[in-house]
């Protein structure tokens, strides 16, 4: 069972707005709401793929409420802990070849709060082979609070997946993630790097195992302190990219969990990913584009 973490969950409303610009008024075409935040999009995803998966999360609120019943009717295996806040919501409005997200905040956790979080995921650790710690921190949990959950992870023997960004990646990373999963644009901010793989490398020497880089239309870079990977789709794909980046941790998390190698996650990931922009709505992915370009890519190794 691959076990993912999400600290800062949402109900996550996708509007369908062809042709939206801003500044103006817009017919909404479709509407879609569901149970969000990174780590709940893992897990949805590796459902999909038949691997056992299972949600750790805080909710509170009528807007838990709602995340909550979707994660059941989804079939998401969960586990919560009950917060005094309101679960956030955040709105993505997509276009048909791009989207816009607007992503509130989210409640504050009490002390106590966040150590009964420790202590949940602690709980289901025994069962897991991986860990999967995804999203941006809610106001109220320690700075250090992916650092406490990575280095909880390792106290059980599990690779640990960090995806997050800014402080909260930085803080954890002397906890020693096995991989973690920034964007180009998270690369450079956080080392003040421009070029991907100067920026993935420093990250290595500041206590990541492994860097797996998304670069958008480019692919996904992957750098270790001994390889480094890359792997790419046949062309731009258009449609939704929210959620792609959690689509490539799905599939890294279920190479990790079988002790796949480098070569042969990156060209799954990409698939996957590419296969999730072609999906409307975060989290779930298009079956026929995956299927097609997880037969057709290849991964190849960059010099080091």
Not at 16 to 22: D, I, K, N, Q, Y
Request: charged share 15%; hydrophobic share 40%; with cysteine.
């Amino acid at each position: 069972m691959i076990l993912t973490v999400t600290p800062n969950p949402a109900l996550d409303v996708t509007y369908t707005v062809p042709g939206f610009r801003p500044h103006t008024s817009h017919r909404v075409t479709d509407t879609a709401a569901q149970a969000g935040g990174k780590g709940v999009n893992v897990a949805r995803v590796l459902t999909a793929l038949g691997r056992p998966a299972r949600c750790v999360l805080p909710l509170g609120g009528p807007t838990g409420d709602a995340v909550r019943a979707d994660l059941a009717a989804a079939g998401l295996d969960h586990a919560e802990v009950p917060i005094g806040g309101d679960t956030r919501r955040t709105v993505t409005i997509a276009d048909g070849t791009d989207a816009t997200a607007l992503n509130e905040p989210g409640p504050a956790l009490t002390p106590a709060e966040w150590d009964a979080l420790l202590g949940e995921t602690a709980r289901h650790l025994p069962q897991a082979t991986v860990l999967v710690l995804s999203g941006s921190l809610p106001p109220g949990a320690p700075a250090d609070g992916y650092g406490q959950l990575v280095a909880l992870g390792r106290q059980f023997n599990l690779p640990v997946i960090l995806d997050t960004a800014g402080p909260a990646l930085l803080a954890a990373l002397p906890a020693r993630p096995t991989a973690i999963k920034p964007n180009a644009a998270e690369l450079t901010a956080a080392t003040g790097l421009p070029d991907p793989r100067a920026a993935a490398r420093s990250l290595l020497r500041h206590g990541a195992e492994s860097v797996l880089a998304s670069l958008g239309p480019a692919g996904l870079l992957a750098v270790t302190p001994r390889t480094t990977w890359h792997c790419a789709p046949p062309a731009p794909v258009p449609g939704n990219p929210t959620g792609a980046g959690d689509a490539t941790v799905a599939a890294l998390a279920a190479g990790l969990s079988t002790h796949t190698d480098w070569p042969a996650i990156l060209p799954d990931a990409v698939a996957l990913s590419a296969a999730t922009v072609h999906h409307p709505r975060a989290g779930h992915f298009h079956t026929p584009t995956y299927h097609h370009l997880r037969t057709t890519l290849t991964a190849t190794r960059l010099p080091h």
